[in-house]
């Protein structure tokens, strides 16, 4: 008979279950590293190898050191490093600090936390970046924000590895720099909006280090001779043409580079566009006598294009903001013109970003510096973070910094600014593996801060039409009463096309770019299919021919209450009219640009409610399109807020095939 030894069997006892603990830990952490870390800006040359680097290893070796050069990096080695992780060390290098700063930001997204433990992933990475100015240009003239609100901004620039803050300073409602020689730029009674706010010399110096600390140069803009109004009113002027704006003008200039050595500030920009009246015409001297000044500063000079043409310009560097601007001969250019997030939805404009070609190239050379993502806030806001909130600048910026640092190998030109690739190419996997590396980053980094996607290449439309409805938007169409192949409509027949892909669907594109259909009047429809796990009440965003914050509410007026749009479209979940929003400001003219918007968004007002049956429920929407319908498209997705924060229904899945009635 066996004699129970307690202290041998406990000890056994004891070893064993230490054991399968050791093996289920194993067995955990193999399952979690599997999960590779999602990085943003993808590396150029990037091999993971298995190893997992433990951050409290104090045995562990983490060595960074600037080298003479790497390997491998064809361009632009200045802000390229290298980065190799095992489970014994670490070791970053570069040519340069910036460099190193790079590769440490590309660290912090490889962290991960692994049953309580820090660590990283083994990896060799090679990376540089595709165009030397990756940017972001915010517009303080027209709306003021506080240093806080823009130094959140450069934070993220700087995470993202976005290297230039452009920070337009002048413009008709506002000059917001301190000036100690013309004081009176200052005086609240000269600013149509947002009186009395601007920046001290002080706190431009402190923004401008702070973004030297993150590797960002800050470019600072006068936009003049247009855009003048606060100017003028300053300085009690009838016309930008009058003598004393040229001596006012380079004491200006003097000034701002006396703030800041060139090594700090080695671009100002002056501006130039849209002179578009008589008393912004300025005497034909002026512009060549500021980029003389500038230079003489040891400073480069930017300007609009389109713009005034200067005389005797031979070294302006362009910056081209519409699809009528390229580049002068000579010269070189930064590309803004395809990237104005207040034109943009967030689902269309990501991808419209994603796929922009920047400088029409897959990365930079002497003649093409990169592109800057432009902000225009035109509209007077309520609120100065309601321009965060409003446009989708987080997931824009996050879109640009993959774009501008990877560069597009592809050339497919403007074929997918308005629509997604075909399903299952290797494009639009890319863009769907991108899409869910930004989430991640979503809900990883931005749980406080307004980040407007939601995952949209998983859904899928059938659209017919247009059907020719003879200007009469509320027109009914049998497309309402019953679901067939086709349809036989005033001898023309319609038939179901697609599928097509997304959350937002453009139909024709309002800057031309080519869409799935020709720009014509008459009543479209869509339909999807949503699968529901449970019987549930969700939220959905939900809009039609969505609205700029630019220029007043372009397509206007804005719809009357009970209305989604002007154009009297319709959705139907189930068989059942899903109800318009209550709106804020109902009937709005469209040349508005002193009202601020407050809910005319689908993606900052609070999602329309949605009853979703367990199982298939159907989706139709009508889309009216009417002559002057700037822009034609729609959006329809289900989505949950958490913590203010927008987040996809778990369990949904979707499918446009139709179940047609006999």
């Known amino acids: 008979m066996h004699k129970f030894n307690l202290n041998r069997d406990w000890r056994q006892y004891i070893k064993l279950n230490l054991l399968i603990l050791s093996v289920l830990f194993f067995f955990a952490c193999k399952k979690q590293h599997i999960e590779k870390p999602a990085l943003i800006p993808m590396p150029q040359k990037l091999e993971w190898n298995g190893e997992v680097f433990k951050m409290t290893d104090s045995s562990a070796c983490f060595v960074q050191r600037i080298v003479p050069r790497i390997a491998e990096v064809p361009f632009h080695q200045q802000e390229a490093y290298r980065l190799h992780i095992t489970a014994d060390s670490v070791i970053l290098e570069a040519t340069t600090a910036k460099g190193l700063y790079w590769g440490q930001q590309t660290i912090k997204q490889i962290k991960q936390t692994i049953n309580g433990k820090k660590v990283l992933q083994g990896c060799e990475i090679i990376d540089w970046p595709a165009f030397s100015v990756r940017g972001f240009m915010q517009d ?10 823009l130094k959140e901004q450069i934070d993220v620039l700087s995470a993202y590895k976005m290297n230039t803050f452009h920070l337009h300073l002048t413009d008709n409602p506002g000059w917001r720099l301190e000036s100690k020689i013309y004081s009176q730029l200052k005086n609240p009674e000269t600013m149509s909006r947002w009186p009395g706010k601007y920046y001290s010399q002080e706190q431009f110096v402190e923004l401008s280090n702070y973004c030297a600390r993150k590797n960002i140069t800050l470019i600072p803009e006068f936009d003049v001779p247009g855009h003048s109004q606060a100017f003028r009113e300053a300085f009690e002027l009838e016309s930008m043409s009058d003598p ?8 200006l200039i003097d000034e701002l580079c006396s703030f800041l050595p060139p090594e700090q500030m080695p671009f100002i920009h002056i501006g130039t566009d849209e002179v578009w009246h008589a008393y912004e015409k300025p005497d034909p001297q002026l512009l060549s006598d500021l980029i003389d000044r500038i230079q003489s500063h040891g400073r480069e000079v930017i300007v609009w294009r389109p713009g005034i043409e200067i005389q005797r310009d031979t070294v302006s560097i362009t910056q081209l903001w519409s699809s009528n601007g390229h580049p002068k001969p000579g010269h070189r250019f930064l590309d803004s013109r395809l990237n104005y997030l207040n034109h943009l939805d967030p689902l269309a404009g990501v991808a419209q970003l994603y796929f922009e070609r920047i400088g029409g190239a897959a990365h930079g050379d002497s003649i093409r510096l990169g592109g800057i993502l432009c902000c225009w806030n035109d509209n007077k806001v309520n609120d100065e973070y309601d321009i965060i909130k409003q446009n989708p600048v987080y997931p824009g910026i996050l879109t640009y910094a993959e774009t501008s640092w990877t560069g597009q190998e592809n050339e497919f030109g403007e074929t997918y600014l308005a629509k997604l690739p075909e399903k299952g190419s290797e494009l639009f996997n890319k863009f769907s593996a991108f899409e869910d590396r930004m989430i991640q980053h979503r809900d990883k980094y931005f749980t406080r801060k307004p980040f407007p ?23 009914k169409f049998p497309v309402e009463n019953t679901l067939q192949e086709n349809y036989q409509i005033d001898t023309t027949n319609y038939t179901w096309q697609g599928p097509f892909y997304g959350g937002t669907i453009h139909l024709t594109h309002f800057f031309g770019y080519p869409s799935n259909f020709p720009k014509e009047e008459g009543t479209y429809y869509a339909y999807t299919k949503i699968w529901s796990p449970k019987e549930q009440t969700a939220g959905a965003w939900i809009g039609f021919h969505d609205w700029s914050r630019s220029g007043g509410r372009r397509g206007g007026p804005f ?27 109902p009937g709005v003219a469209s040349s508005t640009e002193e009202i ?13 409610s949605i009853h979703l049956n367990k199982g298939w429920n159907e989706v139709l929407l009508k889309i009216p399109v009417k002559k002057d319908t700037w822009k034609r498209m729609f959006t329809f997705i289900p989505v949950q807020i958490e913590n203010e924060n927008v987040k996809e229904v778990p369990g949904l899945k979707y499918n446009s095939e139709i179940n047609f009635k006999n």
Do not use: C
């Not at 303080?140 to 609100?149: A, E, K, P, T």
């Not at 809910?599 to 007002?605: A, G, L, M, Q, V």
């Open 453 to 475: 996607y939601v995952k949209q290449t998983n859904i899928e439309w059938k659209i017919l039409g247009p059907i020719a409805n003879d200007s009469d938007v509320d027109a």
């Open 244 to 251: 004393s704006v040229r001596t006012i003008l380079l004491g």
């Open 140 to 149: 303080v003239g027209r709306n003021y924000q506080s240093i806080q609100m």
């Open 559 to 585: 719809p009357k209450e009970g209305e989604w749009h002007n154009t009297q479209p319709k959705v139907w979940l189930n068989g059942k009219l899903v109800d318009a929003p209550k709106w804020n400001n």
């Open 596 to 608: 601020p918007f407050s809910d005319e968004n689908y993606f900052f007002r609070k999602p329309s």
